[in-house]
């Protein structure tokens, strides 16, 4: 059985998305596309079972307050955690923002984050006041743990990396990265964006203190997100933004707020977005993440021996990155790359990624992306390679 076969036989989903009939879609680290079964549970929620949650005393109410919470507790087992642990936040960036906003300093001014993070990684530490530091990646693109060590100081509150890198899908050794936290009393911190549509992710083995992750990269809708954090962690916090449904009591004088999750949810929140996110919970749960990894990884080794064989293109990040290949043409920017490549009908990202210091770490101004889900195939592959040979013939 040759490559090709192999993968395809492996995960045969490609038919429930039926948005990219036609279209090799390798834009997934951006956000994914949505599988039927998730399009078909906001639908229903919309045209079916629609009314507010926590509020109403009417029996349509109380059941979408149940399927509300359901999906809390479907979306924290995903990682590993208890239903009071997840608040829903917009997503992972606005899930990063509430932890460097609400955690109190202890006297600890100083964050240690990574050179390749996201800036939704970084932005959000100096907006609240932290002086961050950056840890350096190994030659093959790897946050360097062991730089890490040595400059993690008991100045460091929190250490605040991506598990798997949006550019170079470089998977970090979490467990290792909480032991070196918290030996210097540090909380870990982990932007799992591109981790848990990718593989499985268990929050208590890793002894992980803030997990962060976006729906709408896990095949769910946008405008929903995750924050998970320790139970002990979360109760110890105030309230980050005041409203209606997060208030126990509140007078002229004095409010007084309910726990955590409650506490962190201001507001009507995005109902129907939380029954997509569990819809697409289920859908990962179904496949299974192991297979969908395997899957994934499988695509990343044919995707880089297939480019590493035409000459010109520079390949980055490890050889067993999780579903994600950054590449260059050389002498070609990366726009002119990606636009190429979309007359051919292949969609990938060309850019920073949100990542400019990793960009300058790299020594270029921008890279293209070639990321895959559940649904990408050899097809896929096979569309991108011919469309790097087109971009070769018109560079020349
Ligand atoms: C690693 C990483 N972190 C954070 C984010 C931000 O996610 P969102 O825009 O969904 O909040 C992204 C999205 O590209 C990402 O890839």
Redesign the pocket.
């Known amino acids: 059985m040759n490559v090709a076969t192999r993968i395809n036989s492996r995960l045969d989903v490609r038919g429930q998305f039926p948005a990219i009939t036609g279209w090799h879609y390798l834009d997934s ?2 956000t994914a596309q949505k599988p039927q079964a998730v399009i078909d549970a906001i639908t229903q929620a919309y045209a079916r079972d629609y009314a507010t949650v926590h509020r109403g005393v009417y029996e349509r109410s109380a059941a979408m307050t149940a399927s509300y919470e359901d999906s809390r507790a479907a979306s924290s087992r995903l990682i590993g955690g208890k239903p009071n642990e997840l608040i829903f936040t ?5 899930a990063i923002n509430l932890v460097a906003r609400v955690l109190p300093k202890q006297g600890r001014n100083r964050v240690l984050v990574s050179t390749l993070e ?1 800036h ?2 970084i932005v959000p530490w100096q907006l609240a006041g932290y002086e961050v530091d950056a840890v350096p990646l190994t030659d093959d693109g790897r946050i360097d743990l062991a730089a890490a060590e040595a400059m993690l100081t008991d100045q460091h509150r929190v250490v605040a990396f ?1 598990h ?3 550019v170079l899908g470089s998977i970090l050794d979490a467990k290792a990265a909480a032991d070196i936290a918290h030996a210097k009393g540090a909380l870990l911190l982990l ?1 799992g ?2 981790a848990v549509p990718r593989m499985p992710v268990d929050v208590a083995a890793i002894g992980a203190d803030f997990y962060a992750f ?1 729906a ?2 896990l095949y769910g809708p946008t405008g929903i ?1 995750c924050l998970w954090g320790r139970a002990d962690l979360l109760q110890s916090l105030p309230p980050w933004q005041g409203g209606g449904a997060m208030i126990e009591k509140v007078t002229f004088e004095e409010t007084t707020y309910l726990d955590p999750p409650a506490r962190f949810e201001a507001g009507t929140p995005h109902i129907v977005g939380a029954v997509g996110l569990h819809a697409a919970v289920d859908w990962v749960e179904n496949l299974s993440l192991d297979a969908i990894h395997a899957h994934e990884c499988a695509l990343v080794t044919e995707t880089r021996a297939a480019l590493s064989a035409i000459p010109g293109v520079t390949l980055y990040g490890p050889e067993d990155s999780a579903g994600i290949v950054s590449f260059n043409v050389d002498g070609v920017h990366a726009h002119d790359t990606a636009t190429i490549l979309d007359d051919a009908g292949v969609a990938v990202r060309a850019g920073h990624h ?1 990542a400019q210091p990793l960009m300058r770490w790299l020594g270029v101004e921008a890279t293209a992306r070639a990321s895959f889900a559940a649904h990408s195939d050899s097809s896929d592959i096979a569309a991108l390679v011919r469309g790097i040979e087109q971009v070769k013939r018109i560079f020349g």
């Open positions: 680290a951006a917009r997503g992972a960036t606005e996201h939704s990684n991506a798997v890198s949006n932007d964006c591109q976006s709408h990269k997100g949100c």
